[in-house]
């Protein structure tokens, strides 16, 4: 009796100790699993995605979006990665000063301002900031508000795009374009007549769709040239990338309120801490923008019980980077360190990156330029694949130097078509180069044949 | 007494005479000492002057590699300058060209 009391008393305690291991080991891999958490958050691996285009809105707070990175591949161009990331040209190259915009190196890391400071303007329909070249839609009520937000091309400094309080007048789906006669003007100068209008297509500078404003001759727009997006570069319209315009075509109702606003200097709070943005002036702008941003933070600063660094205030403003900098706690234990950019993963492909055709000796070409320096001719190429609509261009190395050749064009009238806008758009002097014939030798660049200056 | 005067005029002519050889050959010697240093002199001469020389034209060498790296300088400075210059050029082509 006495041995079976034991032996269970033996088997009890077994129990236990196996019951504690048991516990202790579930216990370990708790604890291995917060590290193996921790390492990841450490060692950075890029995210495949970052949202670019629509962002909540919470009440009271003016900042939207996160700042990223992303390292360029042989071959990029900053519009490309623009128009990737739903960022304007303007936007890209403020970001990253002294980066070649068509010629960038590999590897480069390239930050995508994809943080923006909504603009201080009432929150209600579509807002248009020509100094950041951005539109803000505001969609739902004032307790959960969305904001979809896309990159514009505005007007030049000779016809910049208007001010003030608008709305959507109409819409249509492949507007016809009917020439402005000052436009017709300036191409009749330099040769080029225009037709009165231009029926949809690839020709059409308002692309598939438009947003027709109560402000008569005022649209906003798609564009046959998303390279322009982010540039003064038009009429006093303001024209989306093809893929921004058709959403924004289809959330915005006729009547949808627009205004107009011109506020390079920004400032907005998140989360208890005060930022600013500065961008570079367009040079129509108000030059007292910069003393209603100074006086706007003084008040901030007297409310506040904190110091305002005004020379980093100053610094933000030189530089006009058009990055949300925090600039001082408004709330005890807010940080004021800015947040680390999301590192982002470059994508297989570029959306909307100009394709390049392969060469075929039954086409034809035009040559654009010879020259000795690669960068420069890699720079041409870029700048002519880039055209609206596309002339595809590439570089081919030589001997002693670099050609840059247009094409390939299905006929003659293809390759004239593109001497004439090259000389047109951007002075270049192309050479229209035949295809081959049966038994002549190869007409692309390094074998002499017939060409014709135009 | 004449013995007496011939010894003594003996003895001074004796030391004379041999001071006198001394002096030849000390002369000789001067002589030797000075052709040898005047040869130093002249190979010191010459060895100063090929110094100079070498110096010289390492001096102009290195004018002529500080000039000519100077020149690389601003050779390359006027090319960056020029390269600049054509990409502003090409940019603002390209945002001439993106009007419509």
């Known amino acids: 009796m006495l041995r079976i009391l034991h032996l269970s008393l033996v088997s009890n305690r077994l129990r236990l100790i196996a019951l504690c291991v048991l516990i202790m080991s579930l216990q370990g891999c708790a604890v291995m699993k917060n590290i193996q958490d921790k390492f990841r958050n450490v060692t950075s691996h890029p995210d495949k995605k970052i949202e670019k285009n629509d962002f909540p809105a919470a009440k009271g707070e003016d900042v939207i979006g996160r700042l990223a990175v992303v390292r360029l591949e042989k071959g990029d161009t900053l519009p490309d990665i623009a128009r990737h990331f739903g960022l304007g040209i303007n936007a890209i190259s403020a970001a990253n000063p002294g980066v070649d915009v068509w010629v960038p190196e590999a590897g480069e890391r390239i930050i995508l301002p994809l943080s923006f400071i909504l603009p201080d303007a009432p ?3 579509l807002v248009v900031n020509l100094a950041t070249m951005r539109l803000f ?3 739902g ?3 959960s508000m969305v904001v979809s937000t896309y990159p514009v091309g505005v007007g030049t400094e000779e016809r910049p795009t208007p001010t ?14 009917h020439v402005p006669a000052s436009i017709a003007a300036d191409h009749r100068k330099k040769g080029d007549i225009l037709p009165a209008e231009v029926p949809p297509g690839p ?14 001759g005022y649209l906003i727009h798609g564009t046959n040239k998303p390279a322009s997006i982010g540039l003064q570069a038009t009429n006093g319209c303001m024209r ?3 893929e921004n315009v058709k959403t924004l075509f289809n959330d915005t109702p006729v009547n949808t309120p627009v205004a107009i606003v011109n506020q390079p200097y920004l400032i907005g709070q998140r989360n208890g801490v005060l930022y600013m943005e500065a961008h570079t002036p367009l040079e129509n702008s108000d030059a007292g923008e910069l003393e209603k941003m100074h006086a706007k933070l003084r008040t901030i600063e007297k409310k506040s019980a904190g110091t305002l660094d005004w020379k980093k205030v100053k610094e933000v403003q030189s530089e006009a980077r058009g990055i949300p900098v925090p600039i001082l706690a408004m709330r005890q234990g807010s940080e004021t360190e800015a947040p680390e950019p999301l590192e982002v993963e470059h994508p297989d492909a570029l959306y909307g990156r100009p394709e390049i055709p392969e060469l075929t000796l039954k086409a034809w070409y035009v040559l654009a330029a010879d020259v000795r320096d690669e960068i420069e001719a890699r720079r041409l190429a870029a700048i002519i694949n880039h055209q609206g609509p596309q002339i595809p261009a590439r570089v081919i190395a030589r001997d002693n130097g670099f050609r840059v050749l247009a094409g390939p064009f299905n006929d003659a009238g293809e390759a004239r078509d593109a001497v004439k806008r090259l000389k047109y758009d951007l002075d270049i002097d192309g050479i229209l180069i035949d295809p081959a014939r049966k038994g002549q030798a190869s007409p692309l660049p390094g074998t002499a044949h017939r060409t014709e200056r135009r | 007494m004449k013995k007496g005067l011939l010894l003594i005029s003996l003895l001074l002519v004796f030391p004379v005479t041999m001071i006198g050889c001394a002096t030849t050959s000390e002369l000789e010697k001067v002589e030797a000492q000075q052709k040898l240093i005047d040869a130093k002199a002249d190979q010191a001469l010459q060895d100063a002057q090929a110094a100079k020389a070498a110096a010289d034209a390492a001096k102009l060498k290195a004018d002529d590699a500080t000039a000519r790296a100077e020149n690389a ?9 020029i390269a600049d210059e054509k990409a502003k050029k090409a940019d603002a082509a390209f945002q001439k060209s993106m009007k419509k």
């Open chain 1, 137 to 139: 839609h505001f969609k």
């Open chain 2, 73 to 81: 300088e601003k050779a390359a400075m006027e090319r960056e300058r």
């Open chain 1, 141 to 143: 009520d004032g307790t």
């Open chain 1, 164 to 177: 003030g309080q608008m709305r959507v007048a109409r819409k249509a789906t492949r507007p016809t374009w």
């Open chain 1, 203 to 216: 020709k059409n500078p308002l692309g598939e769709y438009a947003l027709y404003l109560s402000k008569s």
């Open chain 1, 240 to 242: 989306l990338y093809p």
């Open chain 1, 123 to 125: 929150r209600k329909g």
